[in-house]
Nanobody, 119 residues
């Protein structure tokens, strides 16, 4: 069992930067795979970036070269550094923690943090 809480969202102008944080508690953070998802108004939730317990990363094509996912296991924290932000990045961003259990993946979600990119 793990709980995750996102922070760092806000209003930023196009071309600006923002860093999101996700703090986990309640379990051993280092054994979880982690990811960032986002959901824009009227759209389905989509994967933004993932980082495995072993440190491997992957990104959605729309954010490659602009976003960087990282984790600090000593602080039980995952980060999403977002640079060169675009209006289409506007969404609620969710932290996700997951691990394999019998039968498949078990997912844990945060409440989300709003990111708005607008001039």
């Amino acid at each position: 069992q793990v709980q995750v809480v996102e922070s760092g969202g806000g209003l930023v102008q196009p071309g600006g930067s923002l860093r999101l944080s996700c703090v986990a508690s309640g379990s051993i953070f280092s054994i979880y795979n982690m990811g960032w998802y986002r959901q824009a108004p009227g759209k389905q939730r989509e994967l933004v970036a993932i980082i495995t317990s072993g440190g491997s990363t992957n990104y959605a094509d729309s954010v490659k070269g602009r976003f960087t996912i990282s984790r600090d296991n000593a602080k039980n924290t995952m980060y999403l550094q977002m640079n060169s932000l675009k209006p289409e990045d506007t969404a609620v961003y969710y932290c996700n923690a997951n691990r394999m259990v019998v039968g498949g993946l078990r997912h844990y979600w945060g409440q989300g943090t709003q990111v708005t990119v607008s001039s």
